[in-house]
């Protein structure tokens, strides 16, 4: 209930600069002689709403110099008790381009009414963060102090308040977001700090976030390499040069991307067992393009790499869990896969010998003389193919030669067996 007696107020702002109200500026210790009590609130049908200010926290933020009407415009020249329902804080009145009072301002704080958060505010979202939600309301610090709920640490936490939230990502329909505090990124900001660890804002933005389905976002699918490259510089340069970072270039859709392999917001160093990119996942996430029929079809893409790959020694010993076999990426890279025509791809005839070197020190030159990926049928790798029909028969006579003998011998054991006395043979 708002106090509405002038006697009473004098007696509060006595009281507030008795107990110590410091630190804030002497035009706010009149507000401060209500707000600064944390039993201060407003009740509206039965439902309270808090109106305390913590004067220390004012004290130590980046509006110390300020008055409290500088924000609360409409309040200023009232007298007291003011209005019961204070107008929205408008912070877009000093910082903006131009603006004569020195706020801090950079080109993003203007695209923050285009971005997916402004927007939503226009229409009134109840779900829109506003500059409060973000910064924070009288305690809002510098981006740079490690307090400040918008420093490089704390943004994970602060975008995570509705993010991270289960029901708010039903309902905005947002999946896997959460997955970031197990994520290789989050432990690097836990254990070697913010400057080495990816953030929230590197890959989506600061006022400037954009929903990933608009071409412009940084975390549209053919720009999330770029985005990705901006702290991977060493495996974007690679990537950039392959078959696949030349398709991105080019607007094929299709074409994979940093997350179809790592994954999104979850992502987890290679040598996790849990990494799509652990050499025993490495089959099954490359196959989500090299195993899909449309893809193949529409690209000309061969249909029996991975089915070749699956039935071998290595496909075989990676089933199994064998980390150390020989999987796509050991033989067409990792990131800078090139076509084998390419005289610098790994699996180009003239590097084969190296390439599969790498694992058999003895390989020569006869390692690229027959196929890599041996599908053996009667129009490919004919020769191969006759030998296995004629080892496969083999198999099958031999077993069954087997099959027959122990069946004459059980049948020769059992006319052998003696008769039982009183069975009725003579």
Not at 121 to 131: E, I, S
Not at 238 to 255: L, N
Not at 324 to 331: H, M, Q, Y
Not at 383 to 403: D, E, H, K, Q
């Amino acid at each position: 209930m708002l106090i509405r007696n002038t006697s009473i107020w004098c007696l509060m702002a006595l009281c507030g600069v008795l107990l110590g109200v410091q630190g804030a500026h002497a035009d706010n210790l009149k507000c401060l002689a209500c707000h600064s009590a944390p039993s201060f609130r407003k009740t509206t049908g039965g439902v309270h709403a808090p109106l305390y200010v913590d004067a220390d926290q004012l004290a130590a933020s980046v509006h110390s110099s300020k008055d409290c009407t500088d924000c609360h415009a409409d309040l200023r020249n009232q007298r007291f008790p003011h209005k019961r329902q204070a107008d929205p804080v408008q912070c877009v009145r000093c910082h903006h381009n131009g603006n004569v009072v020195g706020s801090p301002v950079s080109y993003h704080l203007d695209k923050y009414a285009d971005s997916v958060h402004g927007r939503a505010a226009r229409r009134n979202d109840p779900d829109a963060p506003r500059c409060k939600d973000c910064h924070g309301s009288h305690a809002i610090r510098p981006a740079e102090d490690a307090r400040s709920s918008v420093s490089r640490f704390n943004v994970p936490s602060t975008c995570g308040r509705c993010h991270f939230d289960p029901l708010f990502a039903k309902r905005r329909h947002l999946y896997g977001v959460a997955e970031y505090r197990n994520s290789i990124h989050a432990k690097v900001l836990g254990q070697h700090g913010p400057e080495t660890a990816a953030v929230c804002t590197d890959c989506h933005g600061v006022h400037d976030i954009e929903s990933p389905s608009d071409l412009g976002s940084r975390t549209s699918r053919l720009q999330v390499p770029k985005t990705c490259g901006r702290c991977h510089k060493k495996i974007y340069e690679g990537y950039r040069k392959s078959i696949h970072g030349r398709a991105v270039a080019k607007g094929v859709k299709d074409a994979p991307v940093c997350t179809n392999c790592h994954g999104e917001h979850g992502i987890v160093k290679p040598t996790a067992p849990s990494s799509s990119v652990y050499p025993i996942h490495v089959a099954a996430t490359c196959s989500k393009c090299h195993g899909n029929v449309r893809i193949q079809r529409k690209y000309g893409l061969p249909a029996d790499r991975m089915t070749s790959y699956l039935e071998s020694y290595h496909g075989l010993a990676g089933k199994y869990g064998e980390v150390s076999v020989a999987n796509c990426a050991t033989c067409h890279g990792a990131h800078d896969i090139r076509p084998s025509s390419d005289p610098e791809s790994a699996v180009n005839k003239k590097n084969l010998p190296k390439t599969c070197g790498a694992c058999h020190p003895a390989a020569g030159k006869n390692f690229a003389k027959g196929s890599i990926h041996l599908f053996p049928s009667k129009h490919k790798d004919v020769a191969t193919y006759w030998v296995r029909m004629a080892y496969m028969l083999f198999v099958i006579v031999l077993i069954g030669s087997f099959c027959v003998c122990i069946l004459l011998d059980l049948l020769a054991r059992q006319r052998k067996r003696p008769r039982r006395p009183g069975t009725g043979d003579h």
